[in-house]
């Protein structure tokens, strides 16, 4: 029951996100599903009507015209239908794909940062995006299955109104077949495991070809020979294997469908001896036997959609789970808050998900509005970690973040990250005009070039663009762009800078900022930061210490919490931690 209820839930799953993805063409399938189960019974049944007449003489003259335009009619129309079918596969395919595509990526785009930090979930994820196009098969597999059960119902009726037991004859013939393809499809899926590995080889070998570095080697020591011999080999292998497993197949095939054809036999035989008795004419036989036939095809069908069905369904289960996963951290409150507020980290003790070991213990201090930050520590203190629990990427385990005297989680968390202008260490790279690369923050302002032109300013950027020719709209990136702009690592990070700047708000954040960058832009950008931004807060994570000295105050981190805290100069003389560091960078430059 549990089997049938699982089954029964990845089917409404994949009728119901097929209807969602296109309500017209979901309901062209079904329209066009019941017309291809009509026409052809309908003309199975014209065409006995067509022979009778014909055996019959003269008096059915009329009859046989009357079927026989009908006969031709319903043919002409079920061509228009297969052709009408082929387009709403395709226009439906892509609004199926189109729909299941934005709905992964909206999926994903709301999912918390500590759902990518399990390997549990962040499975669910590549398990997802692995099994996406299951969703597309199963969507057709499930019109499949419901036209193939119309079908046999429909025929096993028509069939059971001549002889019952020949519906019913038919049908047991087919359990051979049924029973033998679920166990050649389980043995295929164990091989194509046990065969992986060997198929990644021949993959490597066979890719080897086409990686330019690989390539230079190959070239340089004449071993193409070497990977050519080891592809052969696995393909050899591979090869022997599956010829033995296809002419068994074969074999057993053949026998399986003679057993299955017996259906057919019986009911020509039956039909015939009712013909020459007189009881039927020879149309009646020849619809006999078409319906039975039908039937057979049909129940094969069935079949065979059912075991790929049940083949897939635990995929689709995934897939399922994880559409249905709820975002746990990313829910907002309803406050707004000022442009600069105060920041308060109380007691605030935290670790990542799965893991026991806290980043940050009792950790406290405040930032008042307008006061600009330094934040100092070894790699691992928990600086960064700061910085995403305030963005409310985590929430902590122990203690509270404050804005203004009010507890974070009550603020619209997509307020709250509005306020910062942030350029993080692991700055992102885009492949996109750079003016939309720099308005990212404040999309609707991306033609605006005056404030672009004020972004690049500060940043420093304006020097890396100056003689482009297209200018704000170069594409930076290569991967889509024969033209694009290819930056290094220094000029990228004047590119993430000016999209910081281009929020123009009160508070900036910025960890390690000047990483990439050569000592005068080093500089002109924290004689932006320090000089020329009067009245504006700042939070500054950086390893060189020298950046950090005009700081209204900086704060120590180790071992999770604040050590020390003061101004350049206080610390110097608190001779602690602070001036231990600083002293060792500033004696590399006497």
Partial sequence: MEGLSTIFKNVWFGIRTSFLASRFYFSMKLLILVSTTLIPLANIWLWKEVLNGIVSGQEAGTTVLVCFAAYLLLKFIAYLLSTFDSYVNNRYSDELTFYIEKVMMEKTSRMDLAFFDSAKMGDKVRHARRNFDIMTDMTWLVFDILSAVVNVTATLVIVAAYRWWLGLCTLLLLVPYFIYNKKYTERRMRMEKEQLRDNRKMDYYYGAFFDSQV??????NGIGGF??????QEWEKLYRINKVEDIRHNLTSLLIMLVSVMGEVLVLVVSALDVVGGIIGIGDLQYNLSMVLRLRSQAQ????????????????QELQEFMEIAPETEKSGERKPSSNPSVEFHGVWFHYPNSEQYVLKDCSFVIEPGEKVGLIGLNGAGKSTIIKLLFRFYDPQKGVILLDGV?????????????????????????????????LPDFGERFNDEKLKR?????GADEIIRDWEQGFDSVLGRF???????LSGGQWQLIGLARAYFKESERM?????????????????FEQLYRLGEGKGSITISHRLSNTTLADKILVIDDGHII???????????????AHLFGLQAGRYL
Wanted: charged share 30%; net charge negative.
């Fill in 215 to 220: 390539q230079f080697e190959i070239k340089l």
């Fill in 227 to 232: 990977f050519t011999d080891r592809y052969r």
């Fill in 301 to 316: 069908g069935l079949m065979n959609g059912v075991e790929k069905f049940l083949a897939n369904s635990t995929r689709m």
């Fill in 407 to 439: 507890d974070l989680r009550e603020y619209d968390v997509y307020a709250v990250r509005k306020i910062f202008g942030v350029l993080f260490q692991d700055y992102v790279t885009y492949c996109l005009p750079l003016r939309e690369i720099i308005a």
């Fill in 455 to 459: 972004a690049c300013e500060r940043s």
């Fill in 480 to 486: 889509y762009a024969d033209n694009g702009k290819d």
């Fill in 509 to 525: 954040i910025l960890d390690e900022p000047s990483a990439a960058l050569d000592p005068v832009a080093e500089d002109r950008i």
């Fill in 564 to 578: 020390e805290e003061g101004t350049h100069a206080e610390l110097l003389k608190q001779g602690g931690k602070y």
